[in-house]
Nanobody
Framework: QVQLAESGGGLVQAGDSRRLFCLASGRTFSIYGMAWFRQAPGKEREFVGAISWDGSRTSYADSVKGRFTISRDNARNELYLEGNSLQREDTAVYYC??????????????WGRGTQVTVSS
């Protein structure tokens, strides 16, 4: 079992930056691929970015490519998502997930409860 807890969400102004955190506990964090997903009001949860177990490979949704950066620190059991030039369309609950690397939700066995990011103009 892996327990995941997101933090770092809040209210930000359009154009600002925000860093989200995901702290993992339980089984060895470093063996898992990790990802961030998000769910906006009235929409389905969607893929944001993923990172391989050692951090050597990353992938991003087209909507955030060039603005968001996913990274991890296996020594700290932490996953990060740095969002720059935030837009109102980035308003969502952000979830971290652990499992196999991929863009599909069913690749991930463990999920956090999410952290809300609200971007105001």
């Amino acid at each position: 079992q892996v327990q995941l807890a997101e933090s770092g969400g809040g209210l930000v102004q359009a154009g600002d930056s925000r860093r989200l955190f995901c702290l993992a506990s339980g089984r060895t964090f470093s063996i898992y691929g990790m990802a961030w997903f998000r769910q906006a009001p009235g929409k389905e949860r969607e893929f944001v970015g993923a990172i391989s177990w050692d951090g050597s490979r990353t992938s991003y949704a087209d909507s955030v490519k060039g603005r968001f950066t996913i990274s991890r620190d296996n020594a700290r059991n932490e996953l990060y998502l740095e969002g720059n030039s935030l837009q109102r369309e980035d308003t969502a609950v952000y979830y971290c997930a652990a499992g196999k690397v991929g863009r599909r939700q069913d690749a991930y066995s463990y999920w956090g409860r999410g952290t809300q990011v609200t971007v105001s103009s």
